[in-house]
């Protein structure tokens, strides 16, 4: 079944029946508007009579992006189970009659009903990459090289919101700049944001953007809530599944949005069930679909800044600091803010950052270089992932490690791929020393065995390794890497009193305390995926802790 198949499913009669019960009949004429571009809050139509054209206004012209919706046809996308603003205008083309099911049905409907659940995931999925492919949604007018630019694409990706960057001189921009009151010398200077014919936006930040189209929820939660999970990758959204599926009240926080680093990933191969392989954001989308089906909240993007604990009525309770100043209180917290990318050892490296020099190879980054060489550093499977994924941008891929053979830090499967792909081309013993350029990248340097090479070179991808995201906790048992270690591996106090535990121990008392295997140092406070030291680091193992942990939050809050 096609994409476009997959969009537009027709409910039968018993579907209808069903949704009868929480929908409210509407007759309707030529020219009736069911739900505008950038409209906040919007229902789900059912078409019972007539036709209705689904249109976007993408760079000041109207276009339709699904002609003559018609009987047994339903409207909306994923963004209306997320609370998200609309990004396409429904406007009545026959009159006829529509079932109208508010949003909050709907939710309920998804949750309780799996035949009906399963026709509006998939077609939800389906119309979100289909406004993703044809470029409606959000418009970014930047330059190459402009860091905001950079960031807000970035962001957009990673929260699954379609988008098109164009640069101030691209065609179709000027349309939208003069419809936004700015002119391409102002968009030079600053990143600008057009959504629809209302929204302008300068050089937002992530937040200020994620407030205009409804991401995630606001941090001021009343009272203590069961679990909050720290970090929005495979194990912060695996222990958001789990932990609302049995019961937990969820909150999930990140600063950036939701897939971590895997988000980032152009392909996973290796992932059970999966041997076409899938998407950073293929994998983390579903994942967010199924996890606030479920119960969970998302709040995003919000940083934790640090994490302390207090005594209320009689129980631990962990409060987490935001950057925004609010606080969460929680019974319990997982942890998996997984790893940062180490920056390359070059003097002028800020410069470059956004500009020429990036860690994430995405359709966002690789538009950046049709029919260049780049150059990707590293030997890892991210590294691997990245170069033969920029194959199908750039004319041809430099893959330069500091070590001598690849399969010492890659996959096999992946290092044979690379060995065959005649785009690529491996450097070994290899290292970028230098970069040059004003007031982007133009050339690099690359030093082998002493000997120094420059070579023109608009992209550099980093991908030499991870430095743990411990630097907002304090007080927690950690590695000489700073990873944070759990159950039998946090040293054992000193004097049985020094463990702040007060439950039984659970195997050998006399030589551990009642420590559970994903548990910190701090009681209540959970470490999986990246973070904790021992893990894997891969993404199938980082999905396996985050769902096992929830079974140890359910034994802690028991005692």
Known sequence: MSLFEDALPKLSDAHISRLEAVGTRVATEVGDVLFAEGQDEYD??????????????????????????????????????????????????????????????????????????????????????????????????????????????????????????????????????????????????????????????????????????????????????????????????AAAVYGASEGLGTYVVDSLGVGGQAGTSSRIENYLGFPAGLSGTELASRAVVQAERLGASFVVPYRVQSLTTSEEKGRTTHVLHLDSGDELHARAVIIATGADYRRLPVENLDAYEGAGVYYAATAVEARLCGGETVIVIGGGNSAGQAAIFLTGHAHKVLLCLRGDDLRKGMSDYLARRIDNHEQIEVRTNTEVTALAGEPVLDHVTLTHDGEDTTLACKAVFSFIGA?????????????????????????????????????????????????????????????????????????AGAVGEGSVCVSEVHRYLQN
């Open 467 to 539: 430095k743990p995201n411990t630097t907002w906790l304090h007080g927690v048992a950690m590695d000489d890497r700073g990873f944070l270690l759990t159950g039998p591996d946090v040293p054992k106090p000193a004097r049985p009193e020094e463990a702040g535990h007060d439950r039984a121990p659970i195997d050998a008392p006399e030589l551990q305390p009642a420590r559970l295997p994903f548990e910190t140092s701090l009681p209540g406070v959970f470490a999986v995926g990246d973070i904790r030291a021992g893990s894997t680091k891969r993404v």
């Open 44 to 237: 789900m139509h059912v078409v019972l009579a007539g036709t209705v054209g689904v249109y976007d206004d993408i760079s000041g012209q109207r276009e339709l992006l699904i002609d003559q919706v018609g009987p047994g046809l339903f409207l909306g996308e994923m963004g209306l189970l997320r609370g998200e603003a609309t990004y396409a205008t429904a406007e009545v083309l026959t009159a006829g009659e529509v079932l109208e099911i508010p949003r909050a049905a709907v939710v309920d409907i998804v949750a309780s009903d799996p035949e009906l659940s399963e026709i509006f995931l998939r077609a939800f999925a389906a119309r979100r990459q289909l406004n993703a492919d044809s470029g409606s949604g959000l418009t970014i007018i930047g330059r190459r090289g402009d860091p905001d630019a950079l960031r807000l694409a970035g962001f957009a990706q990673r929260n699954y919101l379609p988008s098109t960057w164009l640069d101030p001189a691209d065609k179709g921009a000027a349309r939208v700049l003069e419809r936004s009151g700015r002119t391409a010398a102002q968009a030079m200077q600053t990143t600008v944001v057009t959504w629809g014919t209302e929204v302008v936006l300068d050089a937002p930040s992530n937040r200020e953007l994620a407030n205009t189209v409804g991401v995630g929820v606001g941090p001021v939660v009343d009272g203590i809530v069961d679990l909050v999970v720290v970090g929005a990758g495979p194990a912060g959204l």
